[in-house]
């Protein structure tokens, strides 16, 4: 199969955050896209490195690959923080990270994917794209309830319905473990995507840049960096046995 096969003739919005999840649906989407645009969502989070690190990693990745370079199209933030207010928890207030009464982390924000989703559907319908690519994943979350498929195909189904459109959602780390997204990373941009990960991805929800660990910057301790850590681990266990 030739790279002129695999692509297809259609237009992605990613949601972008800037980190090692997204920054992987970013690079699955140039590589199966023709035209890719980004979308990022400001809802008031407690730290602002993260959206910082979108237009590095977004610039960093065409500067990979002169055709993920020509795909790539434009970015755009939308300030919803009068619903990060709204949802409140610990990733918009200084709260501890913890197993709430619910039986989810704390640092669950209610409805947060079905928010982006729609704000997603919205610009997607304006600039005529065709596809959603997100980093919705079920396998190694903490049971969020909007990272599910079940939940996901049925926003698809709406937005299609609610905006008149043949949109698609592509979740392309849906069933992976974090290991297998770090083996995914690597099958889609090789050593040069790896390192880029690496560097300048972020994920800690502390928002530690200070401490560089195998797997990338972070506290090493939060429940964000034990994930990604782990998820190394692994993908290092698998390759070298
Ligand atoms: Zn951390």
């Keep these: 199969m030739t790279a002129a096969d695999r692509i297809k003739d259609k237009g992605a919005l990613v949601l972008f955050s800037g980190g090692q999840d997204s920054a992987t649906c970013l690079a699955h989407a140039l590589n199966h896209y023709q035209r890719v645009e980004t979308i990022g ?9 993260e959206l910082e690190a979108r237009l ?8 990979l690959n002169p055709e993920w370079a020509a795909r790539l199209g434009e970015d755009v933030t939308v300030d919803i923080s009068g619903y990060g207010r709204l ?16 039986g989810l982390p704390t640092s669950f924000v209610p409805g947060r994917n079905l928010v982006f989703l729609a704000m997603a559907g919205a610009h997607a319908w304006r600039r005529g794209l065709d596809v959603l690519v997100g980093g919705m994943c079920q396998t190694d979350y903490s049971g969020y309830p909007d ?3 079940d939940t996901l195909k049925a926003q698809e189904r709406a937005l299609a319905l609610g905006l008149d ?4 959602l592509d979740t392309p780390l849906m069933f992976l473990t974090k290991g297998e997204t ?3 990373a690597d099958q889609l941009g090789g050593d040069a995507l790896i390192t880029l990960i690496l560097e300048e991805t972020h994920t800690c929800y502390l928002g530690d840049r200070g401490h560089r660990h195998e797997w990338g910057y ?7 960096c034990e994930l990604r850590a782990a998820g190394w681990r692994d993908w290092q266990e698998g390759r070298a046995s």
Excluded at 165 to 168: E, G, N, P, Q, V
């Design 218 to 224: 972070g506290c090493g301790t939060c429940p964000a």
């Design 182 to 184: 770090w083996a995914l």
């Design 41 to 49: 969502f400001d809802y008031g989070q407690r730290h602002r490195i």
């Design 56 to 63: 590095k990693v977004r610039s960093a990745m065409a500067g």
């Design 165 to 168: 459109m043949d949109l698609t």
């Design 87 to 102: 949802a409140e928890s610990a990733l918009t207030y200084e709260r501890v990270i913890e197993m709430g009464q619910s």
């Design 147 to 149: 990272c599910r498929e």
